[in-house]
């Protein structure tokens, strides 16, 4: 247990924290999953821009790296690509 007064209001926050990034990190899976699933139908531009901005802004927030936000944004174009016949 924190000790400090500067150790309980850290562990106070850290709390709010991981709440506030684990909806973050959810909202970001099931994007992808929702991306995924819609590659081959005529709702997969609109998922596939949706996906990328729900991790464009868990980048920004600090929930994802950015090389992790770009990699997952670049294998979800690939993955796209590929479908269509542009790969």
């Known amino acids: 247990m ?10 106070r926050q850290s709390v709010k924290q991981r709440v506030r990034n684990r909806s973050v990190r959810t909202r970001v899976r099931s994007a992808r999953k929702a991306a995924l699933t819609a590659i081959g139908t005529p709702g997969q531009a ?14 920004k927030r600090g929930v994802l790296h ?22």
Do not use: F
Request: hydrophobic share 45%; aromatic share 0%; glycine share 2%.
């Open 2 to 11: 924190a000790n400090t007064k500067s150790a309980i209001k850290r562990a």
């Open 66 to 87: 950015p090389r992790a936000a770009a990699r997952h944004k670049s294998r979800l174009a690939r993955e796209a690509n590929a479908a269509s016949g542009q790969a």
């Open 46 to 59: 609109e998922a596939l821009r949706t996906a990328q901005s729900v991790i464009d802004r868990a980048a």
